[in-house]
């Protein structure tokens, strides 16, 4: 949605020159509400997305409830941990870096959204190292690969919903990569534009909208994980200390 | 609507909360609260969600529009996740032909005791005799 | 031209000579249409897109009609027959019924309406287009390759698991079209927010405006539900990952819920334009302002909201709870009120107004009666009772064919004769028109209405043998529907011809009220040489001051 960094092309130019905004709107401030309240409205969409989803892991938690619980207790929670504090810290640095695009300090902005996608690649790191672990571990329910339920499951008989978990496992965190992986190139794009047109007349109000709308995505992907972290990692935890 | 900005400090203090909730969620998970862990659970994401969206997504300081949006898609998501539990919650509560509790003497013709209904539970043949 | 309310009076003098530059004659590229980020160009891209779908999707239909002449088995085989039924399902309601009228003439009309020069987002717009264009390319390969059996509603776990046919194509191909439909909403919402023009207030706006917001509000919250639904499938047929297989302890009825959610209300993205274009077609042949305007716009909104509240009617014999099922029945006859609303006021608005009997009011009252008669029986349906009973027959066939054609098609064939002038330039035949507008109301009759009494009887839908008890009724359907095939076919023979021996229309051919038609024909690629400044009500008709009166005086 980093709508019109520059005025589209139209095949026929009407006598009004806008620098500034496209063309389709009155001015500056029209196009600020619109591409925010753009973005608001795509992040709904994406909570009814991942709400499906969660909608599902719900439904299954309250049917198969053991095995859940088992299953998430098969997940690594130090890293789990790792990770959200390592995407809350991009939120905050995203957070940063939008307030800098306001205040028009482009060279701060750049610094930021080097570390926001410095921590974002973090967090993808440490997540497909946790997918190979489970992998190794015959725990990966996809592609006909070998499972294999721990031996406590399969004597509880609970085998086929601790698979259905580790579906949703990596369902979930596989769509919210999805995203991150959307999100960084969204940064990656946005990020030498930042700092290399900020002296052009306007640019840095234009600037600062695309970063205002791109770290509303940001954020929200965020929001995902903080609730995709307990639902997934934290089931039951006291149960086998 | 771009003026309204939070200062620094809020964005510092906003990030160790959400830090502490951190913190509070893994710790809450390992004591055993039974059913309550899943509360005690999102209750804490819904209080850094909360603060995430105020203050890192200025919602805060938006016009009322966004609150709307924002409120819509919750409010949307709770009818889908609600109305979808009602089902799976209620299924168990079919009950076993509540009307058969008070069985009737056959009486001549009736229809078969799997059309009775507690309306026609041949009452009338009863009250012709 | 001033936007006052003198403009409508202004006459097309004489055909100018050389036209004015407007959107058509721009540019004259195949590059100008394809990257075009003008939204009537966009509109005429949707329009040959879902005409081509329409076609197919209609030429199925054709085909297993002749097959259901006969109670045996003669024309196709029982598989061919299942392909054949389910590319007609997947092509009018993916790619035809949902974006017909909003993509074709709601792109064509929202930004113009307003008073804007064009979408909030124009480039989104086109991508919208094309993420339309692939996956309507994903299923043309389906097509071609040799067909998906599932039926348009996917139900696992036949089609996670079972069905040998091409499922993760379709699914590919509807999840992809899926976002072309978020992208339209999102847009839809965003201008009619963002980009009225000064002095359009919210009550000022034509309902077709209104009704198309609910419809993006529809779009915006259903939609991501139904992606994720099929994703789910794709995930656990492409990757082996079970979600709904009931092997591992999964819930089949998991995906009805999810695919519902959508697709009940995805049923109200399909007629809730139609009546945005009931009520711009009613007000312009009665010169009347509609009757109880706030009455008929917001329920727009209760119908997109409660739409979501209902999907459970579906589920009444899958195995849903008894007490949820009861919840459903009674959420989705409410839905009734707000329709009957609109109904109520479109007759209403018929009172005393000073009627010409155009093509396009021909059209709009079949609308009326069709989907009065498809509401009614939607009401039997939602009644649990009567459910248990017809579910799965040609009862619910007649009854969403009545809503989806009778009321969708109907009011989309209207509303594009209604604008023809306004989007091309140029007037259509009209006695041609009004004799197929007849014919399609007569075919579409005979083809629907002795499926209801099929259903009734107890024949089960998607079944190509039957007992020959039902034959008479089907070889009457079968006769509708060869009738109706053909009356589809004049619009689209007449409107080509118009495009090139039609008389010119001039900007306001029905003399009607609203920012549209104060504006050349074709519009200029900006629409408005100046921002107007709107200082009239909706459908502000000469005989309609009192009514205006009213709506503002309390």
Known sequence: MSTPAAAPPLPIHTAIDRPHFALQFDDYHQQYDACVLGMWVF??????????????????????????????????????????????????????????????????????????????????????????????????????????????????????????????????????????????????????????????????????????????????????????????????????? | MSAAQASLKTYFTVYALLIVGLAATVAVAFVHL???????????????????????????????????????????????????????????????????????????????????????????????? | MSATLEAPAIPPATPPTRLPRNYLNAAYTVRSWLLTIDHKRIAILYLLGVTVFFCIGGAAAVLFRLELMTPEADLVESETYNKLFTLHGVMMIFFFLIPAIPAVLGNFLIPIMIGARDMAFPRINLLSWYLFMIGGAFTLFVTVAGGVDTGWTFYAPYSSTYSNTYVMATAVGIFITGFSSILTGLNFIVTVHKMR??????????????????????????????????????LERGFGIGIFDPKLGGDPILFQHLFWFYSHPAVY??????????????????????????????????????????????????????????????????????????????????????????????????????????????????????????????????????????????????????WWPKITGRMYPEGWARLSAVLVFVGFNLTFFPQFILGYNGMPRRYHVYDPGFQVLNVMSSAGASILGIAYLFPITYLIWSLKYGPIAGPNPWNAVGLEWMTSSPPPTHNFAHTPIVDFEAYEYPSSSAAIADTHGN
């Open chain 1, 43 to 241: 992040l709904v969409t994406e909570v009814m997305f991942f709400g499906a989803i969660f909608t599902g892991y719900a439904v299954y938690r309250m049917l198969h409830h053991d095995a859940f619980a088992m299953a998430s207790n098969e997940l690594d929670i130090t890293l789990g941990t790792i990770n959200t504090f390592v995407l809350l810290t991009s939120s905050l640095t995203m957070a940063l870096a939008v307030r800098a695009g306001h205040v028009g300090n482009s060279k701060r902005v750049g610094q930021l959204i080097v570390l926001t996608m410095i921590l974002g690649a973090t967090f993808l790191g440490i997540k497909f190292f946790e997918y190979y672990h489970k992998y190794e571990d015959h725990m990966a329910p996809a592609f006909g690969l070998p499972f294999e339920a721990p031996k406590a499951v399969n004597d509880a008989g609970l085998a086929g919903p601790f698979q259905l978990f580790l579906s949703f496992y990596f369902g979930m965190t596989g769509v919210h990569a999805l995203h991150m992986i959307i999100g960084l190139g969204l940064l990656s794009q946005f990020l030498p534009r930042s700092s290399r047109i900020a002296p052009a007349p306007g640019a840095a109000v234009l600037s600062a909208l695309n970063i205002e709308v791109v770290g509303l995505y940001w954020h929200f992907v965020d929001l995902v994980w903080i609730f995709l972290f307990p639902m997934l990692y934290l089931i039951d935890r006291s149960d086998t200390i």
């Open chain 2, 34 to 129: 039974g059913f309550w862990n899943l509360p005690a659970a999102l209750a804490i994401a819904f209080f850094k969600a909360t603060l995430v969206v105020l203050i890192f997504m200025h919602v805060k300081y938006s016009p009322r529009l966004t609150w709307i949006v924002v409120s819509a898609g919750l409010i949307w998501f709770a009818i889908m996740l609600a109305l979808t539990i009602a089902d799976y919650v209620s299924r168990s509560w079919i009950p076993e032909r509540p009307y058969s509790v008070q069985p009737t003497e056959p009486q001549g013709l009736e229809p078969p005791r799997s059309f009775q209904t507690p309306g026609n539970k041949a009452a009338p043949t009863a009250k012709a005799q």
């Open chain 3, 197 to 234: 023009a000064p002095g359009m207030t919210w009550f000022r706006l034509p309902l077709f405006i209104w009704s198309h917001y609910a419809t993006a509000l529809i779009m915006i919250l259903g939609t991501p539900v139904v992606a994720m639904a099929i994703l789910l499938v794709a």
């Open chain 3, 269 to 418: 993205i399909m007629v809730l334009p139609a009546m945005g274009v009931e009520s711009e077609l009613i007000a312009a042949f009665t010169k009347n302002r509609i009757f109880g305007y706030k009455f008929v716009a917001f329920s727009s909104l209760a119908i997109a909201i409660l739409s979501f509240l209902v999907w459970g009617h579906h589920l009444f014999v899958s195995g849903q709870s008894i007490y949820a099922g009861m919840i459903f029945s009674m959420l989705s006859m409410l839905i009734a009120i707000p329709s009957a609303i609109k109904v109520l006021n479109w007759t209403a608005t018929l009172r005393k107004g000073s009627i010409t009997f155009d093509t396009p009011l021909l059209y709009a009252l079949g609308f009326i009666g069709l989907f009065t008669l498809g509401g009614l029986t939607g009401l039997f349906l939602a009644a649990m009772g009567i459910d248990v009973h017809v579910h799965d027959t040609y009862f619910i066939v007649a009854h969403f064919h009545y809503i989806m054609v009778g009321g969708t098609v109907m009011a989309y064939l209207g509303g594009i004769h209604f």
